[in-house]
Every structure is written in structure tokens, then in C-alpha cells.
Nanobody, 124 residues
Framework: QVQLVESGGGLVQAGGSLRLSCAAS????????MGWFRQAPGKEREFVAT????????YYADSVKGRFTISRDNAKNTVYLQMNSLKLDDTAVYYC?????????????????WGQGTQVTVSS
């Protein structure tokens, strides 16, 4: 069982920045691929970014490329999402997810564990 706890969400003005954190339980964190997803009101959950177990490979949704950066600290069992130049459309609940076998990548349905989410609200 893997537990994921997100933090760092909040209210920010457009153009501002936030850094989300996701702390994971378990000693095998360094083996997991990790992803960030988001769900806006009335919309389906969508992929935001993912990172390989080593941190050497990352991939982003086009909508956040160049503004968001995913990273991880395996010594702290934590994955981060640095969000810069935030837009109104970035308002959503943000979730982190763990892919235990490195096979999910962008496939939301293939992630094995999910956090409870953290709200990000971008105001004008």
C-alpha cells in the first residue's frame, strides 16, 4: 500500500507561482514513476506531468509546458510540481499519482495509487 499526500495548494493571482509537494509512504518510492494530474470543475481529470523513477525523464502536457516543472527527491520520498506563470485555466484540484511499474506514463487509468488532491485557485 502506498499513501500519497499532496500539499502546497492555495489561492494565487494570475502570473504568480506555487509549488506543490506530494509525500509518499513506503521504502520503494525511488522505484516509482510519479505523475501529476488535475481536475477542474465539470471537467475530466487530465494529465499534467510525469517523471521517471530516477528523475531523468519527464513529460508535460502541452498546456503547461514551459511553465510547470516536475521534480523529485527520492531521499525525501517526495515529488514536486513547480508552477509558474499561472493562468486562470490552471484552477483545479491537483492530484499526484504513483505508477509502480513504470508503464503508465500518460495513461491516467494505469496509475496505481492516488492522493486526495490539493486545490489550486488562480484569480484575476
Amino acid at each position: 500500500q502506498v499513501q500519497l499526500v499532496e500539499s502546497g495548494g492555495g489561492l494565487v493571482q494570475a502570473g504568480g507561482s506555487l509549488r506543490l509537494s506530494c509525500a509518499a509512504s513506503g521504502r520503494a518510492f525511488s522505484n516509482y514513476y510519479m505523475g501529476w494530474f488535475r481536475q477542474a470543475p465539470g471537467k475530466e481529470r487530465e494529465f499534467v506531468a510525469t517523471i521517471s523513477s530516477s528523475g531523468r525523464r519527464t513529460y508535460y502536457a502541452d498546456s503547461v509546458k514551459g511553465r510547470f516543472t516536475i521534480s523529485r527527491d527520492n531521499a525525501k520520498n517526495t515529488v514536486y510540481l513547480q508552477m509558474n506563470s499561472l493562468k486562470l485555466d490552471d484552477t483545479a484540484v491537483y492530484y499526484c499519482a504513483a505508477d509502480l511499474y513504470g508503464t503508465a506514463w500518460l495513461a491516467i487509468g494505469e496509475y496505481d495509487y492516488w492522493g486526495q488532491g490539493t486545490q489550486v485557485t488562480v484569480s484575476s
